[in-house]
């Protein structure tokens, strides 16, 4: 409308040279404190909600393990777990972002993702869900605890999702099997999230 200031005036757009985050959740005792603050944090609730941080504790354990996103993981079935396959699937029909590729896929589980699938309990109500607790339940959880424990601001729930994919790559994946397990709609995207230490590159060099 004539008259009326731009909104989006003073907002600037990154440059195209715009280096992509490099930050990851690697290091097992930044973890742990993310985890203890998560831990923490449930004492100061009520008990319906100490129920529900448990779960997002798990679920960050989970998408560390799988590099699910964040949504796949609060839709997740236990319909949908093959524990004897070693793989659960992602369900994604109509979803509102073609560029997915294929939107349904397999999620392959290593040792320690059917660990923490077999350590929590099925839901005995309606509820079927292997993780159920909102995504923004999740969010406020992990950004409530890094900020009580004093962890960087890059630590939040979408940083699992980065630490995946670089994880996947350095133990030997392809870029064709990482692309299966996280879903990602082009090699270039996929490239975007991993970011491989410079000892692992080094280590394969000799």
Request: charged share 30%; with cysteine.
């Amino acid at each position: 409308l004539k008259g009326l200031p731009n909104p989006l005036a003073e907002v600037k757009k990154p440059p195209a040279w715009a280096k992509p985050r490099k930050e990851r959740l690697k290091d097992p005792e930044l973890r742990e404190r993310l985890f203890e603050a998560m831990r923490q944090q449930n004492k100061f609730t009520n008990q319906a909600n100490q129920a529900k941080r448990v779960y997002a504790i798990k679920a960050m354990q989970f998408a560390l393990e799988t590099g699910m996103r964040r949504g796949e993981l609060c839709k997740l079935l236990w319909s949908h777990v093959h524990l004897k396959e070693c793989y659960v699937e992602i369900d994604r029909p109509g979803h509102e972002n073609a560029r997915l590729k294929g939107g349904d896929r397999e999620v392959l589980l290593s040792k320690a993702a059917i660990a923490i699938l077999k350590s929590l309990p099925k839901n005995p109500q309606a509820d079927q869900r292997v993780f159920p607790i909102a995504p923004s339940t999740l969010t406020k959880a992990v950004r409530e605890s890094r900020r009580a424990a004093g962890l960087p601001d890059y630590i939040n729930v979408h940083i699992t999702r980065h630490e995946a994919t670089s994880a996947f790559r350095e133990r030997g994946l392809s870029m064709e099997e990482t692309a299966e397990m996280t879903g990602h709609a082009s090699f270039d995207t996929m490239r975007r999230y991993t970011h491989p230490e410079r000892s692992a590159t080094l280590k394969k060099l000799g």
